[in-house]
Structures are given as structure tokens and as C-alpha cells.
């Protein structure tokens, strides 16, 4: 190709530097020393076969601070190429192998930074629209001015800097991006690990554990114990206020205990009763405090099941109360049977010297009185005796249920209020069958519940006691009934609970007041339950009470049986 080198348009080779203006003709490519395959925006390849073009242009650039390749022809490009990154490449349109814009198609294939410019002497339209679809940069055409060509090659090299750059950051995003879902992967495991475990630590617990939504009080999580102990399934249990599990006796008592606990951030509570599924009752230590979860407040409800430790204490303060109970009547029943042994001595003396005086004064109506009072005081001796002893002995006897009943009654007129203040109304049916039992259960049972009537009787104007026995069938029914305060209806499920009682403890009370420990029915319970008796309340406020005692007279005789035979004595 030829190159029209015009003093004051184009090419200045006085400025060229000595030792760049050689390249005529061999080697085919000249090469700036550069370390191969390093990226050089700087570094430019001239592709033309005209060696006065390459020197030309090559000396130019170098001037202008470029690192400069040269090739005569496509194949010798295409090596260079290979080896090195070009920012620009200057390739003439005209080749002796190929064209310029197989250049310029090659350059993309490897570069698709590089920018390519190019030559041509024939600056027709087609050529150079041709170069400019085939992605050139810009083409010059021949003669070139150097001020133009330099600055189409700085704005090129600035490209291709500019894209190199671009490739790069986005090299670098790529390898961060992937970097950064390395790490939230890791920290997702790490995050499911730590989850799984407090999960686990959740789920298995002892307790019962309630999450609470801060301030509704809703359930919105429960651990495995929770479900199971309330004996619901989770969608019973969720969304339902904590307080759903509040029992008809305490009905506030839970929703109070999560106001107080949000109020303070916590709260504890011992010995609750819990209504679970099928209105059963138990009983459990709760404590809560507020936490955070995230931005989110709840409520943590640790609940603990008690009931079987409480049941067991009970039993322990019942037996504990009972040995003593049963010791104190023991020593009781002692003294009674002492006493009325010792009185037998003295009243042979009286029976005796009252028979002397009959033989040596003749018959005397008040010595014969005095004969039948001595009689009588033994009877009475007999009866203590017999009564103490089968207490302590606790021996299954033929129980005659109204002689019992007077017995107890006669007793309690040692109570001088009972004696003058109260009218008696005793309707004993007889004769009644006789009960197989341990006296000392039905004497010590009935005289409590005979007790409390008289205790209701305390403040009331008209004290009237009526006691009936009668038959139902094969039972035996006591009806004890008063005309004192009445039990409220509330009151009637508790009668029977241990230390349940409206009266004041012993040195709590006004002078005269009945005082109460709670025990009177629970043992009653207790004592008469084996034998299959059942109790019935019927009571109005301000009115009265009636107490009936029903007794199955058959299945009290099988419960005994064997001790009856063990006993040797046969209904
Ligand atoms: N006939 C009655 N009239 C009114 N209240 C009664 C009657 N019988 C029992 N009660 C109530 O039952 C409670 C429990 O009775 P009890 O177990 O004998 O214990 P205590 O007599 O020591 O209080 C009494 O405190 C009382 O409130
Ligand atoms: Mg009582």
C-alpha cells in the first residue's frame, strides 16, 4: 500500500527516533519487549505491509509513550495476537492475506476489549461502513494527520482500558458475589444447626413450656411435654389464650399471673390448678419471664406437673395426722377402759354393802335405788369397755348402726350446750341389719358429722338436731340434720378435701366459737369409702342442713369378709 506522507498533515519522520526507522521489510513482526499475556492497554498492534507505514506509525506512537507491535500481513498478526493483549490494534484495510476487517473479527474472537482502528486509502463509504458493523472503533484514512490519528488511538486505548477495567471489577464482583453466598450458605447451616438444637433442647424438655404473643397472651408456640401434658393436640392449643387452662375455682388466677408477668418481665406461681382435656385438674409450679425474639416480645411460660409430688406430701401429712389421730385415741381408749375397770372395784363395794344392808335392815325401796344406780354405772363401765376395746383393736364386729348412734349421742351430752340447748329429734328405725365393721369407723365418722351439725347450729336461734335412720332397699340411710347456716354451694366439692374448713383454728376463735382443722370429713371419707358408703348433701343458706350417710349393707359385709373370718366372728 502506499503511503502519502504529507508534511503538514501527516507523518513527521524527522521526529522518528534513530533506532525505530528499520522496519522495511523482515522480520514480519516487530515486537516492543513486553512480558507475553500481561494485559497492556498501552501496548498496540499495526498491521500494515507497507514497512514505511509500520516504522511511520510505530515511531509516532512510541513518541506518544505507547509500547508498539508491528506485522506485515494477517498471518503474522494472528501469532501476536495469540501471544498478547492489544489494546488497539491498527490494521490496514488492505492486506496481502487477508483484510483488515479479518483482523478486526479475529481480534474479537480473543479480545473483545481490544478496539480496533482502521487503515484505508480508500476512504469509499461500503469499506468503511463495512469496518464500523464489523465493530472498529473508527477508521483513518490515508493521509494520515498525526494530531487526529493520535488522538482516535488515545480515545481507543481509553476504551479499551475502560472496558478492560470494567471486565475486571466485574471479575472482581463475581468472585465477591460468590465469596458472599459462600458465607450466607455457611452461616445459613450454621444457623439451621443452632435452630435444630435449641429446638431439640425445646422440644425435649421436662417441662411444659408455653410461648406467649406479648400482650395478648395467645399461645403461639408449645414444646412435646406441653402437648402431652395438657393432653390436646397442637391445634387446640394454638391461639388459644394461656388462661383457657384457668379452672372454674380459680378463674382468673392465670390471667392475672401473665399480666403480672408482663408488667415485671416475670412472675411465679406455685401449686396451680391447671383444667386440661376432659375438665381434669392438675396441678403445677409455673414461672415466666418476658423475652425478645428478634424485634418481637413473647412470653415464656415454664410449667412444671406437681401433681404426683403433692398427692404423695398429702398423703405423707395424712398418714402423719392419722398415726397421731390413731395414738391419741389409743391412750384415749386406754384410760377410758382403766378408769371403767377400776370402777368396777369400788362398785361390787357399793353393790355388795347395799345387798348387807337389805339382809340386815329388810327390804328398803331407796337401798334398791341405789342397787339400780350401781347397775346402771356398770353398764355403763361394760359399754366403755367394750367400746375402747374394739377401737383399739379395730376388730370387724356386727354393728348395730342406731345402738351406735345412741351410744355417740349420749357421749356428746357431756357437751352441756348440746345437753340443754339443743331439741332432739331422734327417728331410729329398728331394727336395722347389722353392719359388718370396725366400730371405731362409723362411731368416730358419724359423731364428726354430727358435730359439724351442732358447730353450724352455734349462732342460730331455734337449735333443733334430728337424727333418722331408715331403710332403702338393702342399705342402711342415716339423715343427720340441722337448722344452722348452711353450706354455700361452692363450698359442697371441697367438704371433703383435707384442712378444707370456714371455721378459725384453735386460739383464732371468740369465745365459744366452734374452731375447725378440716379433718372431720376427709377421714369420715376415708374410713367409710371401703365399705361403699356414699354421702348426699342437701343445704340451704340461713336454713339448715341435711347430712345422709347411705350404707350397702351387703357390700359392706363383702368388703369385711375376710377380716370377719379372720376375726372368727360371723355376722
Ligand atoms: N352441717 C353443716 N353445716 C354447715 N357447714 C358444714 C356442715 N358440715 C360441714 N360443714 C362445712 O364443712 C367444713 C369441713 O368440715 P370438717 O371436715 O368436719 O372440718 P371442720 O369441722 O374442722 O371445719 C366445715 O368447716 C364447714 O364449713
Ligand atoms: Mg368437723
Not at 370429713?521 to 348433701?537: E, H, M, N, R, T
Not at 343458706?541 to 368388703?559: E, L, N, W
Request: hydrophobic share 35%; charged share 30%; net charge negative.
Amino acid at each position: 500500500m502506499n503511503c502519502s506522507v504529507q508534511e503538514n498533515l501527516g507523518f513527521e519522520i524527522a521526529e522518528l527516533p534513530a533506532d525505530s526507522g528499520g522496519d522495511t521489510t523482515t522480520p514480519k513482526a516487530d515486537c516492543d519487549r513486553i512480558s507475553s499475556n500481561k494485559s497492556t492497554d498501552g501496548l498496540i498492534l499495526v498491521v500494515d505491509d507497507e514497512s514505511s507505514v509500520r516504522t511511520t506509525i510505530k515511531a509516532i506512537l512510541k513518541k506518544a509513550g505507547y509500547l508498539v507491535n508491528t506485522a506485515e500481513d494477517f498471518r503474522s498478526a494472528v501469532e501476536l495476537i495469540e501471544k498478547n493483549d492489544y489494546g488497539v490494534v491498527i490494521a490496514d484495510i488492505i492486506l496481502p492475506d487477508a483484510s483488515g476487517i479479518d483482523v478486526l473479527k479475529y481480534v474479537r474472537g480473543v479480545n473483545e476489549e481490544t478496539q480496533l482502528i482502521t487503515i484505508t486509502g480508500d476512504p469509499n463509504i461500503d469499506t468503511a461502513a463495512d469496518a464500523v458493523r464489523a465493530g472498529a472503533y473508527d477508521y483513518i484514512t490515508k493521509p494520515i494527520r498525526r494530531d487526529i490519528f493520535l488522538a482516535v488511538i488515545k480515545k481507543a486505548a481509553e476504551k479499551a482500558k475502560l472496558l478492560r477495567d470494567r471486565k475486571e471489577l466485574e471479575a472482581q464482583n463475581l468472585l465477591y458475589q460468590k465469596h458472599l453466598e459462600k458465607l450466607v450458605e455457611q452461616r445459613t447451616e450454621q444457623l439451621k444447626a443452632s435452630e435444630l438444637k435449641y429446638r431439640t433442647l425445646f422440644e425435649y424438655a421436662n417441662d411444659s413450656i408455653f410461648l406467649l404473643d406479648c400482650p395478648s397472651g395467645k399461645i403461639v408456640d408449645a414444646n412435646q411435654q406441653a402437648v402431652l401434658m395438657t393432653d390436646l393436640k397442637w391445634n387446640k392449643l394454638s391461639g388459644r389464650p394461656f388462661w383457657f387452662l384457668d379452672t372454674t375455682s380459680h378463674p382468673t388466677e392465670l390471667k392475672k399471673f401473665c399480666k403480672e408477668t408482663i408488667n415485671k418481665g416475670h412472675c411465679h406461681l406455685d401449686d396451680v390448678h391447671l383444667k386440661i382435656k376432659g375438665n381434669k385438674v392438675i396441678r403445677a409450679d409455673l414461672s415466666a419471664k418476658v423475652v425478645e425474639l428478634g424485634d418481637q416480645k413473647q412470653v415464656q411460660v415454664l410449667v412444671r406437673d406437681v401433681t404426683e409430688k403433692k398427692m404423695l406430701e398429702e398423703k405423707q401429712r395424712e398418714m402423719e395426722i392419722d398415726l397421731v389421730q390413731e395414738q391419741k385415741l389409743a391412750s384415749i381408749g386406754m384410760m377410758a377402759s382403766g378408769i371403767a375397770h377400776n370402777l368396777n372395784t369400788p362398785l361390787m363395794g357399793i353393790m355388795g354393802l347395799s345387798q348387807l344392808m337389805i339382809m340386815k335392815l329388810g327390804e328398803c325401796e331407796e337401798i334398791k335405788s341405789i342397787i339400780e344406780q350401781a347397775n346402771k354405772i356398770s353398764t355403763i363401765a361394760k359399754n366403755l369397755m367394750f367400746k375402747s376395746r374394739s377401737e383399739a383393736e379395730k376388730m370387724v364386729v356386727a354393728v348395730d348402726i342406731n345402738r351406735l348412734l345412741r351410744e355417740e349421742l349420749k357421749f356428746l351430752e357431756s357437751n352441756l350446750d348440746f345437753k340443754h340447748n339443743v331439741e332432739k329429734d331422734y327417728q331410729l328405725h329398728d331394727p336395722l341389719p347389722p353392719i359388718q365393721a370396725v366400730y371405731s369407723d362409723f362411731s368416730q365418722s358419724l359423731t364428726n358429722i354430727v358435730r359439724n351439725a351442732l358447730d353450724a347450729m352455734y349462732n342460730s336461734s331455734t337449735k333443733r338436731l334430728t337424727v333418722r335412720t331408715h331403710l332403702e332397699g338393702d342399705s342402711v340411710l342415716i339423715d343427720i340434720i340441722d337448722t344452722g347456716c348452711g353450706i354455700p354451694k361452692k363450698n359442697i366439692s371441697q367438704l371433703f378435701s383435707p384442712f378444707f374448713t370456714t371455721k378459725p383454728i384453735r386460739g383464732d376463735e371468740t369465745e365459744g366459737e366452734p374452731t375447725g382443722t378440716g379433718l372431720g370429713l376427709s377421714s369420715a371419707y376415708k374410713l367409710l369409702s371401703p365399705y361403699g358408703v356414699k354421702f348426699d348433701i342437701d343445704s340451704k343458706i340461713g336454713k339448715g342442713t341435711t347430712f345422709t350417710v347411705k350404707i350397702p349393707t351387703a357390700q359392706a359385709t363383702a368388703k369385711n369378709k375376710d377380716r370377719i373370718e379372720e376375726a372368727g366372728i360371723i355376722g
